[in-house]
């Protein structure tokens, strides 16, 4: 089903598996270049004393590890709005400043279908078409679940829907 209805988790969930396996090593590696090869390799008045250098190695490797999901975030979204995602993939990473995210949210297209039976555009979340009325998601008149085109009856009350349902 293309019925589609965002939240802040559905959106998480869209992160791809390599941008989080990407995002923990780069956090790990955050850490093991401040903590073991800084105090390692540095002047040892230059390295600031291991609280200050516990606090910036876990704020840095948080915002990397941040930075890398935010790719991978705007890599499958733009994929998924029909946009070109290379493109958008490497315009953010090589943007400085995050600019290269700022208008990929300011620009990126919303989230559309087209009306199977019209083809007009309609909002990811619509339920019915606004021009032809045609149900996208067809409910039982009953008991308001959604059901498949197909079904004679509700299977979760019973009542016949096949001529119900549009
Ligand atoms: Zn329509
Ligand atoms: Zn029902």
Do not use: H
Not at 99 to 119: H, Q
Not at 146 to 160: A, H, L
């Amino acid at each position: 089903m293309n019925y589609y209805k965002s939240t802040f988790r559905s959106e998480l969930a869209i992160i791809p598996t390599v941008a989080r396996v990407i995002a923990v090593v780069a956090f790990v590696l955050v850490q093991i270049a401040l903590l073991v090869l800084v105090p390692t390799y540095c002047n040892a008045k230059d390295v600031p004393p291991r609280p200050a250098l516990i606090a910036i190695s876990l704020f840095g490797g948080l915002i990397m590890a941040i930075i890398v999901l935010l790719v991978g975030y705007v890599n499958a979204d733009s994929k998924r709005r029909g946009m070109n995602s290379l493109l958008w993939t490497l315009l953010v990473i090589f943007i400085p400043k995050a600019l290269g995210f700022l208008a990929y949210f300011l620009l990126r297209k919303p989230l559309v279908m087209a009306c199977p039976k019209c083809g007009t555009s309609i909002g990811s979340d619509f339920r019915f078409c606004p021009k032809c009325g045609y149900a996208i998601t067809p409910t039982c008149v009953q008991c308001g679940r959604s059901i498949n085109r197909d079904y004679v009856c509700c299977p979760y009350c019973g009542k016949t829907v096949g001529t119900a349902v549009s």
